[in-house]
């Protein structure tokens, strides 16, 4: 009898509890026990769904507050020292204090999970980091987990990827500190063992990364030590192949692992060929990933002679933890009913398996019904004429060499945007969006149920964006944006003016601490059925003489987070999607719109794990942009923007986008970023942002002058810009101006300083 498990499941809750109990929390409204009380109700009702799907193993210590590798920190008593938190009487609320900041010390570095939109708090390592073991963080829910009857599996990020995730704050080797983490992971281990524990899952997701060599032989004496300490262990592996340390994990002392066969299907055969038959072999058939039902008839026809070759030791698992997908499809009662067919969210997926579970192991009769409608809704998908659009094919195919360059090089260019924009030294902009205030919430909220016309709507917009334009002159900005008021997420808005798209009401995904994003459905060719932004930068462009930026969302980042069509290569995908942007963008220069931002906050996100797949992925992904961009006249000013991501490796592939002027996120890294655009000898305009917008301190001009003048010492003054990290949507208007007030401070002092020196 095959065995079916979980990896981890969506923490936030199928109408958003956690993310709400977060904020009245912060906003002082609610007591840190009220918000422990709402994050144990979630555990134990998201533990009793997935013991409703006859799970044989349930994780436990999945679940976290603000993020899970954080969690992990707490659990092995290793926190920053600069905040001076002494692990054994740390709290909840300390977490809190690592992940956003205080008075005195800015919130720890933030950046992607692996190719994900999750972003976590990357670990801070140095010569006196310590290690000390604090169980209680997993055996306090472990213990309610049992209460209910549980059979838990508690699951531990593993300690070789905690060590890669982090980062060395002063040059210390972090394999160094392996011994001294081993130690606290066998503490904790030994805890889990006295109180029974049978399995324990342990995620070395890096082990799908091309690790340097030293790294991978730290995992034999490593494991080694590790499993004399502890329960069975189920080392598990995501979102890329391990097929190459298949030796490797067959040498480890492990009880089983865990492939994503899903991201991966290549390694399935290499692995079932001479796994060893008494250790678990668990498949990831079930795609954690993304929203598409499974092919239950094909997974049946593929797993039943290993059913029947393995028997109990074949697990069957989602490809990776169900974090990554919104939790209940059963709640979308507007959504297309179509489409609605076609999906599965994380209760559903459970149900899948439970469905595989059954028919492998009491035969493909006893769920003959099920079998029917998975392949009823498969063929409907395959055969829907809303799939294909052939225009927009012929389209595609009509591309042609050039078309995704700029008329003239990034020099000529320059001088024609200065010539026009005259604009200061260390020019000043935002990111793009201002306040998402409770009345533009209000007035959406009303306009969509039908209690408010469009014409009040669009009043009501108008006066945002009024107010907008209004505080930024009175700041002094040099580049104004309108705020985007009207806009619900930058990758939503435009996927409901697309061709190709639908929408879910409750489809949302943890992005980081309390924030979510709801991922469009991409479900066939994309178009443009006509402008999207045009009228509102119009509009907030009558109301000042100094130039308004239009704001776009690229075509990489619409892709990287939708849920995108798995029945067409993703490259295709991107350049219609490229295409329907570079018909915006054309637009906005002809309606007199000159500074143009297409932004890419995912660009480094949809990376390959392997190096292997970099160059054709840029490759696409590059000219996609280009070819979003690349059809405006020279005066037209392109700038983009990048999110919290490693860019070392990639700056050949960022500059070949040829953006007159890049704005990124620095100011939590200390400008660490603008070492590598230095020595890369960057040839275009950089706005790197210097103070973080994902938290609410209020950082002074003496902090962003010091930061300015790190980037001044690696970029000349004449291309560099002023702006924050990111979008300002999330702040509230006191600590937006404030911060704003203190840069323009910060940059008319840098201003004064450069002149002194002429």
């Avoid at 508690?154 to 001294?180: E, F, I, Q, T, Y």
């Avoid at 004429?385 to 595609?396: G, H, I, K, S, T």
């Avoid at 070949?656 to 603008?674: F, G, K, P, Q, Y």
């Avoid at 001044?712 to 509230?732: E, H």
Wanted: charged share 20%; net charge negative; proline share 6%.
């Amino acid at each position: 009898m095959i065995k079916i498990h979980n990896l981890g499941f969506p923490r936030i809750g199928a109408q958003r509890e956690l993310k709400f109990a977060l904020e009245r929390h912060w906003r002082g409204e609610d007591s840190l026990e009220t918000l422990e009380h709402t994050a144990r109700t979630l555990r134990q009702r998201h533990w009793l769904t997935q013991k409703a799907a006859g799970l044989d193993w349930i994780p436990v210590g999945d679940f976290a507050c603000y993020d899970h590798v954080l969690s992990t920190l707490f659990l092995l008593g290793a926190l920053p020292s600069r905040f001076a938190i002494d692990p054994a009487q740390a709290t909840l609320a300390d977490q809190f204090t690592l992940a956003r900041g205080n008075a005195s010390q800015p919130a720890m570095e933030m950046t992607k999970w692996f190719d994900t939109n999750y972003h976590y708090l990357a670990p801070e390592f140095d010569r006196h980091t310590t290690f000390a073991a604090q169980p209680r963080w997993l055996l306090e829910p472990l213990a309610e987990a049992r209460a209910l009857g549980l059979a838990a599996k508690p699951v531990l990020l593993g300690p070789l990827s905690l060590l890669w995730l982090g980062k060395s704050k002063d040059g210390v080797d972090r394999l160094s500190l392996l011994p001294a983490l081993l130690s606290a992971y066998g503490e904790l281990l030994s805890a889990l063992s006295i109180h029974g524990v049978d399995w324990v899952q342990i995620d070395e997701p890096i082990l799908g990364l091309d690790l340097p060599a030293d790294w991978l032989a730290a995992y034999q004496p490593a494991y080694t030590q590790l499993a004399a300490q502890a329960p069975r262990l189920l080392l598990a592996s995501y979102f890329a192949s391990v097929l190459p340390q298949r030796d490797l994990l067959k040498r480890l002392p492990v009880a089983g692992v865990h492939l994503d066969v899903v991201r991966a299907p290549e390694q399935l055969a290499g692995f079932v060929a001479d796994w060893p038959r008494e250790r678990v072999l668990s498949l990831g058939v079930i795609d954690g990933r993304n929203i598409w039902r499974a092919d239950l008839n094909a997974l049946l026809t593929q797993l039943a002679p290993l059913a029947a070759q393995w028997g109990e030791q074949l697990w069957l698992a989602p490809s990776c933890s169900l974090l990554h997908v919104p939790v209940d499809l059963a709640q979308e009662t507007e959504l297309d009913a179509e489409v609605k067919t076609w999906l599965a969210f994380a209760v559903q997926k459970l149900n899948e398996l439970k469905l595989l579970a059954r028919g492998l192991n009491h035969g493909a009769d006893s769920i003959a019904n099920e079998l029917a409608a998975c392949r009823h809704a498969h063929n409907s998908r395959r055969t829907s004429p809303r799939v294909v659009n052939p225009a927009v094919r012929q389209r595609l195919a009509d591309i042609r060499p050039g078309d995704d360059q700029r008329r003239s090089a990034y020099p000529q260019r320059a001088r024609a945007q200065h010539d026009w924009l005259q604009l200061p030294l260390l020019p000043t902009t935002t990111i793009g969006s201002f306040p998402q205030t409770a009345d533009i919430r209000a007035a959406r909220a009303a306009w969509r149920a039908g209690k408010l016309d469009a014409a009040s709507y669009d009043a009501a917009m108008r006066a945002e964006i009024t107010l907008a334009v209004r505080k930024q002159e009175a700041l002094g900005l040099d580049v104004l944006v309108h705020g985007e008021a009207e806009r619900n997420d930058m990758v939503e808005y435009f996927g409901e003016q697309l061709d190709g798209f639908v929408f879910t009401r409750h489809g949302w995904v943890q992005s980081y601490g309390s924030r979510c994003v709801k991922p469009p459905v991409l479900f066939g060719d994309v178009s443009r059925p006509q402008p999207m932004t045009v009228a509102w930068s119009v509009f907030a462009q009558s109301l000042t003489e100094r130039p308004m930026k239009g704001m776009l969302t690229g075509p990489v980042t619409i892709l990287q987070w939708s849920f995108v069509r798995d029945d067409l290569a993703r490259a295709e995908v991107c350049r219609q999607i490229a295409l329907a942007i570079r018909d915006e963008v054309l637009d906005l220069e002809n309606a007199g719109i000159r500074v143009i931002q297409i932004d890419e906050p995912a660009f480094r996100e949809g990376l390959p794990l392997k190096r292997a797949d970099w160059d054709a992925y840029l490759d696409w992904a590059g000219q996609s942009f280009r070819l979003s961009a690349a059809g405006v006249d020279d005066a037209t000013q392109i700038h983009t923007h990048m999110c919290y991501s490693e860019f070392n490796d990639i700056l050949p592939a960022i500059a070949a986008l040829d953006a007159d002027v890049i704005t990124i996120e620095t100011s939590r890294s200390d400008m660490e970023l603008l070492d590598a655009f230095a020595e890369f000898a960057y040839p275009n305009e950089i706005g790197p942002g210097v103070y973080d917008i994902h938290s609410p301190r209020i950082p002074d001009s003496a902090e962003m002058v010091k930061l300015l003048n790190k980037a001044l010492a690696v970029i000349p003054a004449r291309r560099l810009w002023v702006n924050p990290d990111c979008g300002l949507k999330t702040r509230n208007w006191a600590e937006t101006e404030a911060a704003l007030t203190n840069m323009l401070t910060a940059t008319r002092q840098l201003r004064a300083q450069l002149a002194a020196t002429v």
